[in-house]
């Protein structure tokens, strides 16, 4: 290998007064742009689909957050509130609620991740009492972050 003597950064620099100031040519600027963009186009989408996990998973926690304060306003009154009456019971005391104790929630029964408020029915359909949310995309079945979250 007669010759090599291996790569050499080439850098510009100018002389001022006691100091050099030297930088970097703007291909080897090129050059790093292109790395940092290669890497992010290969972690970009990985990283997004870890958001969309952790908006399911926050899901099933706000409804087992509710399903517990409605059980602790059935503690207190006996049965779970109307489906008429909704989530909204346990913020605000029903008018017919002698016994109620609440608020059962320091605020009003959050939305889901995507914004839309959760569904509840009682008495439930599948369980005693229905407590879900249609996923991202907002309607019945689907799969994936589109898919149903539910108590049952």
Request: hydrophobic share 35%; aromatic share 12%; charged share 25%.
């Amino acid at each position: 290998m007669s010759g090599f003597r291996g790569y050499k950064m080439k850098r510009w620099c100018i002389q001022k007064r006691v100091r050099a100031v030297c930088g970097f040519t703007l291909l080897e600027l090129l050059v790093v742009m292109v790395i940092i963009g290669l890497l992010a186009s290969y972690v970009a989408p990985k990283y997004f689909s870890q958001v969309g996990k952790s908006e399911v998973k926050a899901a099933q926690a706000q409804i087992d957050a509710l399903e517990k304060a409605l059980d602790q306003y059935r503690l207190d009154t006996g049965h779970y509130p109307a489906t008429e009456q909704g989530l909204a019971a346990l913020v605000t005391r029903p008018s017919s609620e002698p016994k109620w104790q609440g608020p059962y929630l320091k605020k009003g029964a959050p939305p889901d991740p995507w914004g839309k408020p959760y569904i509840y029915k009682y008495p439930g359909e599948r369980a005693e009492l229905d407590l879900y949310s249609y996923g991202k995309d907002g309607q019945p079945g689907g799969t994936g972050e589109s898919a149903d979250i539910t108590n049952w």
